[in-house]
Structure formats: C-alpha cells, structure tokens
C-alpha cells in the first residue's frame, strides 16, 4: 500500500513517515500540497494523508485537486490536524472516503486507524 503523507512540519513528518513504513507502507512525504500534487501525477497513492495548514498550498486546496484527477476521485483522504473546530465549516468530507484525525493522537495509534480504515475488519491479521 502506497501513502501520501503531506506536512509542513518536518518534526512531525519525518517520525510519521517512519511509524508508517516500520508498518509495512511505502510512504511518500510532501511538505506541502504543491509537492503532494507532483507525486500524485508522477505516482499512484492509495491513501492521502494530509495536515490542514500548510503555507502556499494547503490541505483544503490539496483535497479539493486531488478529486478533479480521475485517478484520485475515490481515493481516502485523511485530514491531519489540531485545528478541527477552526476548519469545520471548510471541510467537505464525504464519509465514505474523506476523514479526520487529530494530530495529537499518538503515530501507533494514528497507524491503527489507518490499518481499520485499508483493511477493515482485516487489520491486524496475519495471513
């Protein structure tokens, strides 16, 4: 499974980057919706993992391009950040395949949800 991970905070990438690829995903890293949206025209990405506030191109505008390519229309994005109240009325998810994690919650834990939302009832089993 190939994901897209999209942060301006390298504190945070990078350890996320890691926890996901220790769990067995290819994980490409972007620090912002521009870079994001090279990999996406350049690679296939089964999952797109991405921060809200990021400076010249953030998640929102990343989400919003992300569904005009044919490629990414049913793709599960996940929104990444702290500020879920202050981005409420921006967010147009679609619960079936658009989410929201809160930044704060631990990467093993964030790698749990990830795993149940790839895999379903099949996360964490071994075959």
């Excluded at 504190?11 to 890691?18: A, I, N, S």
């Excluded at 690679?43 to 990021?54: P, R, T, Y």
Aim: hydrophobic residues 45%; aromatic residues 14%.
């Amino acid at each position: 499974m190939d994901i897209l991970l999209v942060d301006d905070n390298a504190d945070y990438l990078f350890p996320m980057k890691e926890a996901l690829y220790e769990h067995g995903y290819n994980v490409y890293a972007a620090d912002d919706g521009y870079q994001a949206c090279k990999i996406m025209s350049a690679a296939h990405v089964d999952l797109i993992v991405s921060d809200i506030k990021m400076p010249n191109f953030d998640g929102i505008k990343l989400h919003e391009v992300a569904r005009e390519m044919k490629q990414y229309t049913k793709t599960k994005f996940v929104f990444i950040s702290g500020y879920r109240d202050v981005y409420s009325d921006k967010l147009h998810l679609n619960p079936d395949r658009d989410y929201f994690i809160d930044k704060t919650m631990a990467a093993q834990d964030i790698v749990k949800f990830i795993d149940r939302l790839m895999f379903g009832k099949y996360a964490e089993v071994w075959v």
